[in-house]
């Protein structure tokens, strides 16, 4: 069973005149807790303050969040957690109430770990192709009706997640993960300026490459790019790192170097429980 | 005091996870009712309906949404009402759920009719430019955080709309309203194939035109041209129309078809209640 809070207090609703439902006003986190600990914390409350500040809510201070999300996972050795952070309440209208009392939402679910899937996962390529708006670029807001619309293409529980190009035909990511592809050693991600979500996994992976000494560019590239890469594999907080087996008729084998990724994500994930 | 129903019972809040929270995962309408009665309610319950079937959300049948929006309006001499349908709850991800249970809003507020504003009003030019998305555009769906980032874009109580552009610079609408000019007599409004959301009121208004005799165009058109245009005006269910009396540096004075316009919108509205 799912633990819910409110404002900090259990509960399973939220008012109908809340912006985050009225126009999908707010943003969100979903991220990984081990023993009742939220894993890479920091990152995420400072994806969640910056995402925040694009929108122009206040942010809930990070030490009540982090102790919501700790009282709500306490007990579970792993659970999913969701953050949500909306506008709150307000008069009909588009209008962002002057007086701002945001709304926050932890919902928890203990689980078991996600699936490694370390021989690779098949990968729909959708459809529908992403919108370019700079102005909620990188943000994990809550309008995400493109993501869900995408996620309805395929219904076969064997495909793990779908790519999405934007409307130029530039690769941008899964539907709800960061991708990454290697050529001759180099990682190279998508640039995600004009849409897509910035993810924490993403930039985690950027930062142990440059640890580790392996260059990583962000790049604009086309599909075609992509199915030339060497090895390509795909991260979100969740799900940690799925190697790519196959896109449209390209296969893969997992590469060195995305096996390599997945293991420095591992090792930090364990430092951090 | 709104009065609100829930899946047709009396309540104030909708479970934490739903889709319309998480993902905006839902349509609405906004729409008067007069002496308990939704005005042009078969207009707008086509238009819920096709929206609900670009998003794949099975829409509550007709006489149930009418039942309960008279129920809340009922005692009402004037009423603001708003209807929401979401996909319902799911669990986690974005994959719609196959068994889908819709929820269904409706927040019915009393209130006198909105100021006429038959003088005309002074239009904000946003700076926010709206992303071309085909697959959603012309939806009134729950993703709506452009149209709040460009109301929040200005904050002065004498500017009552904003004027909306997009990616390429071609004029959609008001950011709660649809948009008409005049040109040696033709009606002409933004063409909503790529972004902006099409009310029932613009069709509402394109249909009178054919029964007076009075050519209407759906075109793309540049800002230039609005600024060039002998007569302006918006339309949305709530405040009817309201002539743009200034944009930018250029003003207007209402004119005759922006006035005939509205009478015809008034005469029908009277017939309907």
Tied chains: 1, 2.
Aim: glycine share 10%; charged share 20%; hydrophobic share 45%.
């Amino acid at each position: 069973m799912a633990m819910m809070l409110v404002n900090g207090a259990p509960a399973e609703s939220i008012s109908v005149t809340d912006r985050g439902l009225a126009y999908g006003d707010g943003v969100f986190r979903t991220l990984r807790a081990v023993n009742g600990q939220p894993l890479h914390w920091s990152r995420h409350y400072a994806k969640l303050h910056g995402d925040c500040a694009v929108l122009g809510i206040p942010c809930p201070i990070e030490s009540i969040m982090l102790s919501e999300i700790q009282s709500a996972a306490s007990g579970h050795a792993h659970a999913a957690v969701k953050v949500m952070v909306t506008r709150g309440s307000s008069p009909r209208g588009y209008a962002p109430p002057q007086a701002c009392v945001p709304t926050r939402i932890v919902i928890v679910e203990p689980r078991a770990l996600l699936p490694r899937h370390s021989g690779g996962i098949p990968v729909h390529l959708c459809r529908l192709r992403l919108a370019h708006q700079p102005a909620l670029a990188g943000v994990k807001h809550l309008n995400r009706l493109e993501n869900v619309l995408a996620r309805a293409e395929w219904c076969d529980p064997a495909i793990a997640e779908g790519l999405l190009l934007d409307q130029d035909g530039f690769v941008i990511g899964g539907t709800m993960s960061n991708l990454f592809i290697v050529e001759a050693g180099v990682l190279v991600t998508p640039d995600l300026s004009r849409c897509g979500v910035m993810g924490v996994t993403r930039a985690r992976v950027i930062d142990l490459a440059r640890e580790a000494g392996v260059t990583s560019r962000i790049e604009h590239f086309p599909l075609q790019r992509l199915l030339g890469a060497d090895e390509a594999f795909l991260v979100n907080s969740l799900i940690g790192l799925w190697p790519i087996a196959q896109l449209a008729d390209r296969t893969w084998r997992p590469g060195a170097l995305t096996q390599r990724v997945g293991r420095w994500l591992d090792a930090e994930d364990a430092t951090r429980n």
